[in-house]
């Protein structure tokens, strides 16, 4: 089977969203995302300048040596903007595949391992009674699992805080990056966040009981010694994890935290291939694997990561945030569902008009989520829909100390 058409589909229904679309000459379409939040372009530029000449005339059922040829002949390795551009062919090739076998995708990558995966959504709140709402919606919305963020007395507006005003005036919802010609500045204090945050998870085991895991995301912002202070300070409130405790390109710093905390660590949104990982999963630094599919090179690389992080117990804990794409989102719900060291899955929900670009044949019941039965991932992408929304400059907000220097975001 040949692929025949390679077409990279920008749209912004809600957000800004990548999308490659490969179709063979058997008429089968596959679909991969390649949405990288803030920098999207370049990840189109990639494909369309540099991959889809390559992949016109391909077998496409050749997925591992497709992901190897399009991997090394680049003599480039590495790197978020080359990794997502891998992985929506990865993905789209998978979704080929799949769809030729007539299968959902997890019964190639070898059948379902549980009935579905638990998913996490994201509380917030400025003050506790707001918190206390968010986290009873998300309840009542069948979550069993739940992120709390929280504001931050003395600091203007912070990530992860849906109802709080960013500093543009717009409230933060579901989507930090703005869509705006400029990146919007927010302040940080790292002090002022680590005498707050646990008061909070004491208010919230308090009100909720001992049972809801509870995770939290850091967001890259603190030095090792103050990641391990926040870990240890959370011990009695038993997380499911903390997310991001340090900026983990020093994969070193994790064994300071480790010494300090027995809190659960997630770590890895922004890393893109194994060699980021290599450390921290070898050394047991951390306990969750946060890589997306969109991210890391598609199922083909990242379920070499989990195998993996699988021989030192370490699970998956898959990105799900509003900039995965529903076509990334399905991914890893195959993968998800397919892998034994399945984790948890963090499920954002996304708009209304992003469901009508993108139909998905996902389930969320119980606090479980199935990708479903449609043979390959189960998402096709209305051209015309995605048509009606074209791309808006949009960028994620960057942090400012109290005393003007740039800091982690
Ligand atoms: C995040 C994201 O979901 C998360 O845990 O840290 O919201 C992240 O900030 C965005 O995906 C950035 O694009
Ligand atoms: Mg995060």
């Not at 997925?63 to 480039?76: G, K, V």
């Not at 899955?345 to 008009?353: C, F, L, T, V």
């Amino acid at each position: 089977m040949i692929i025949e058409q390679a077409d990279v589909i920008v749209t912004s229904p809600d957000r800004n969203f990548v999308t490659l679309r490969l179709v063979t000459d058997e008429g089968i379409v596959g679909l991969g995302d390649a949405t990288l939040n803030g920098r999207e372009l370049s990840v189109v530029a990639y494909l369309q300048e540099h991959v889809v000449p390559l992949l016109i005339g391909r077998d496409a059922h050749r997925i591992e040596d497709t992901w190897q040829f399009l991997y090394r002949s680049a003599y480039w390795r590495r790197g978020p903007v080359t990794m997502a551009a891998i992985a929506a062919v990865d993905v789209a090739l998978w979704d080929i595949k799949a769809k030729a076998a007539g299968m959902p995708l997890y019964q190639l990558l070898g059948g379902a391992s549980r009935t579905g995966l638990l998913a996490y959504g994201h509380a917030s709140g400025r003050d506790l009674p707001e918190l206390f709402d968010s986290i009873r919606h998300h309840q009542s919305l069948g979550f069993r699992a739940i992120r709390v963020q929280t504001a931050i007395p003395g600091l203007r507006a912070v990530y992860g805080v849906a109802a709080q005003t960013q500093v543009s005036g717009k409230r933060y919802d579901y989507e930090p990056a703005q869509r705006a010609a400029l990146p919007v500045e927010e302040d940080w204090d790292t002090r002022a966040y680590l005498r707050h945050v646990p008061t909070v998870f004491e208010a919230v085991r308090n009100e909720f009981g001992p049972e809801l895991p509870l995770l939290h995301d850091g967001h890259h912002r603190m030095t090792p010694i103050q990641a391990a202070k926040l870990g240890k300070a959370l011990e009695p409130y038993d997380l499911f994890w903390l997310e991001d405790a340090t900026p983990a390109e020093n994969q070193e710093a994790l064994r300071l935290v480790r010494q300090h905390t027995t809190t659960p660590l997630a770590i890895g949104e922004v890393f893109n291939t194994v060699w980021d990982y290599q450390q921290i999963i070898r050394e047991q630094l951390i306990d969750y694997v946060r890589s997306a599919v969109t991210h890391t090179g598609g199922i083909t690389h990242l379920k070499k990561i989990l195998d993996f992080a699988a021989q030192y117990q370490v699970k998956s804990g898959m990105h799900g945030p509003t900039d995965i794409s529903p076509v990334g989102m399905a991914a890893a719900m195959h993968l998800g569902l397919a892998i034994h060291n399945f984790g948890i899955q963090e499920y954002m929900r996304h708009g209304e008009a992003t469901n009508t670009v993108f139909r998905q044949s996902f389930t969320f019941e119980d606090g479980l989520l199935h990708p479903g039965d449609e043979p390959g991932i189960g998402v096709e992408l209305d051209l015309e829909a995605a048509a009606a929304y074209p791309y808006q400059t949009a960028y994620l907000p960057y942090n400012r100390l109290l005393d003007g220097t740039v800091h982690d975001w």
